[in-house]
């Protein structure tokens, strides 16, 4: 059997006669301290590697991921300029969690996804459970905005296709005009 030879500590630079042929340190001290300085490699790496997935999200070409980060900007917007109304359908506050809710649906009507008055704060029962309870969100639009703007919503059928480019500019947009919304507060 052959004797291992001598290494050098990775944690403290001395020298030991290692136990096993993969040791890398010479006692338990040396060890705890290298596992803490690993692990806190790997957590940085992991966190760098989490905000670039989330720049490289934001840059590629993908359509409906682009989509859905406009939506989101857009919604969170929403959510702040109705912070202080009730549900645009039932009229109610409530502790539970809230909405960006569409009059017309995204489904019957994408080209209204990105308009705002189309968009209210809404509860989540009302949107999810009662289908976004339309009758009682277009009497509460009709008092807010007024007739004319909720029959020029429900008239409008212009088609409209946006591309990468013009998605990158609703979530700057939306995302520019919610900061600057908070900042005013």
């Not at 596992?35 to 490699?41: C, D, I």
């Not at 409906?64 to 549900?87: G, H, M, S, V």
């Not at 009229?91 to 649906?105: D, E, L, M, P």
């Amino acid at each position: 059997m052959k004797t291992p030879k001598p290494k050098t500590c990775k944690e403290c630079g001395e020298q030991f006669t290692p136990f096993q042929t993969t040791q890398k340190v010479c006692g338990y001290k040396c060890a705890a301290l290298l596992a803490r300085k690993t692990g806190a490699k790997q957590r940085t790496k992991a966190a760098k590697d989490a905000h670039t997935a989330h720049k490289k999200q934001f840059y590629t070409n993908d359509r409906p991921t682009q989509l859905k980060l406009a939506q989101a900007a857009f919604n969170a917007y929403i959510r702040w300029r109705d912070r202080d109304e009730p549900c645009i359908s039932c009229g109610r506050f409530h502790q539970g969690q809230y909405h960006a809710g569409h009059y017309r649906s995204v489904g019957a009507a994408p080209h209204l996804r990105f308009n705002q008055f189309n968009n209210n704060k809404q509860c989540a029962p009302c949107n999810n459970h009662k289908s976004g309870n339309a009758i009682e969100y277009r009497i509460n639009l009709v008092k807010k905005y007024g007739v004319e703007k909720v029959e020029e919503i429900e008239s409008n059928n212009a088609p409209a296709k946006l591309t990468i480019d013009n998605i990158h500019c609703i979530i700057r947009y939306y995302r520019k005009l919610l900061k600057h919304a908070k900042e005013e507060v």
